[in-house]
């Protein structure tokens, strides 16, 4: 991680950039779960004073990424069942909705950068059989994340729902945390996934909406009882 520097001199700022780049360390699985986040250990990796190191870990404290135990300290967000099972329980409802009007309204362009994800998961997925390691890892992981991610973006923006994609945004990014201990991810949970990604995408593009929602429900269904199943 490069150190931060302050070009306006706002502590804002100074703080902005703590959070982003403390909130990337967490995606990335740079900090261990179980180990306490020091802030002056941060600090003087990321070439800040304790400060907006203080003000970005409450931040992130806020959102759910980070937990702070009293008499303890602060450490990230381990999954428990049903926090694992809300979320999901959100993003069902929503999602299987949202997909339904994306079927309806979804541009060409859209369809064709949509269609797109999908192959840059399969790609990714094409680049770690070939490492023949058992899990995906690292660029490869984040490559893989960042389309999936995308794909859901792209749909929840087409369906015109601002509340809507603010809340399963905060929703994706704690499972992404929780996904070391949530999901195993190996060839066949990455194939699972491509799979459902490439049915509801076919659906949206023949303007299906029934077929498209009842592919999101089945998808992120099979999701959380894969990752329920995991860390129990």
Do not use: C, W
């Amino acid at each position: 991680m490069s150190q931060i520097t302050n070009d306006n001199g706002s502590s804002g700022a100074l703080s902005d950039k703590a959070y982003q780049s403390i909130r990337q360390m967490v995606l990335e699985y740079a900090i261990p779960r179980g180990k306490r986040i020091s802030e002056m250990k941060l600090g003087q990796q990321l070439g800040i004073s304790r400060t907006p190191v203080r003000e970005a870990i409450q931040r992130l404290a806020r959102e759910g990424l980070l937990v702070t135990r009293p008499s303890s300290g602060t450490y990230v967000v381990e999954p428990a069942s049903h926090e694992v099972h809300d979320i999901y329980e959100v993003r069902l409802a929503i999602e299987s909705m949202t997909a339904a009007k994306a079927a309806r309204r979804m541009k060409p362009a859209d369809i064709r950068q949509m269609q797109k994800y999908v192959k840059q998961m399969r790609n990714a997925i094409h680049a770690f059989r070939k490492t023949g390691d058992s899990v995906i890892t690292g660029k490869l992981l984040l490559d893989f994340h960042t389309a999936d991610q995308a794909f859901h973006d792209l749909i929840l923006q087409v369906s015109g729902n601002d509340f809507a994609k603010t809340i399963v945004s905060q929703a994706h990014v704690r499972q992404y945390v929780f996904g070391q201990q949530s999901h195993h991810r190996d060839l066949h949970h990455l194939s699972q996934v491509l799979l459902f990604h490439t049915r509801i995408a076919r659906a949206i593009a023949k303007r299906d909406a029934r077929r498209s929602k009842q592919m999101m429900a089945k998808h992120i269904r099979q999701s959380m009882n894969d990752a329920l199943v995991q860390i129990r």
